[in-house]
T-cell receptor, first 114, second 113 residues
Framework: SQQGEEDPQALSIQEGENATMNCSYK?????LQWYRQNSGRGLVHLIL?????REKHSGRLRVTLDTSKKSSSLLITASRAADTASYFC??????????????FGKGTLLTVNP | DAGVIQSPRHEVTEMGQEVTLRCKPI?????LFWYRQTMMRGLELLIY????????DSGMPEDRFSAKMPNASFSTLKIQPSEPRDSAVYFC???????????FGSGTRLTVV
């Protein structure tokens, strides 16, 4: 079953604009991660935010986490055509130790038009 | 490091045939995961290993699917016999576990006709 649900399913913007994608999940988590997938390729890890963190930055990426609402958002600032890809949130709800596995949402397809 | 290496990249086979997908994780990573991606169901975790030991295979759809990890540098996912509904992209990923992300391979696109 899908733990995370991304919203919107698809997003189309112009180069230079900001893109915001949201993720909602159902159970308590240890951490939440965002991945990017270019067409025909594997997923690439972008950023991880722990359950006790509220915001994290990495370059043009900003991730927020609201555990009370069980939701997260990924903001990409000053988007570029090369940011065109599918973006997935993934949650780790394991019990720790060797029980570490990610459950992925179905993704948001971002198209950045030049 | 060359990353997670999967082979073959593409596989077309006839229904009923045996299919074996291969994965070489990143050296030093102690966790290995097999995922299946389809348009309808998205990314599904099939099985994962920790230190070469299968931890959770509850995502393996049927007894036709089996996975092994004989050593830290190699894993296989086997489908026998294959069926058209097994057509999907199969990804292998590895991780150092805990608070670290996964590194995915480029995937194997399987088509069963």
């Amino acid at each position: 079953s899908q733990q995370g649900e991304e919203d919107p399913q698809a997003l189309s913007i112009q180069e230079g604009e900001n893109a915001t994608m949201n993720c909602s999940y159902k159970t308590s988590i240890n951490n939440l991660q965002w991945y990017r997938q270019n067409s025909g390729r594997g997923l690439v890890h972008l950023i991880l935010i722990r359950s006790n963190e509220r915001e994290k930055h990495s370059g043009r990426l900003r991730v927020t986490l609201d555990t009370s609402k069980k939701s997260s958002s990924l903001l990409i600032t000053a988007s570029r055509a090369a940011d065109t890809a599918s973006y997935f949130c993934a949650t780790d709800a394991g019990s720790g130790g060797s029980n570490y596995k990610l459950t992925f949402g179905k993704g948001t397809l971002l198209t950045v038009n030049p | 490091d060359a990353g997670v290496i999967q082979s073959p990249r593409h596989e077309v086979t006839e229904m009923g045939q045996e299919v074996t997908l291969r994965c070489k994780p990143i050296s030093g990573h102690n966790s290995l995961f097999w995922y299946r991606q389809t348009m309808m169901r998205g990314l599904e975790l099939l099985i994962y290993f920790n230190n070469n030991v299968p931890i959770d295979d509850s995502g393996m759809p049927e007894d036709r699917f089996s996975a092994k990890m004989p050593n830290a540098s190699f894993s296989t996912l086997k489908i026998q016999p294959s069926e058209p509904r097994d057509s999907a992209v199969y990804f292998c990923a590895s991780s150092l576990g805990g608070w670290r992300g996964y590194t995915f391979g480029s995937g194997t696109r399987l088509t069963v006709v």
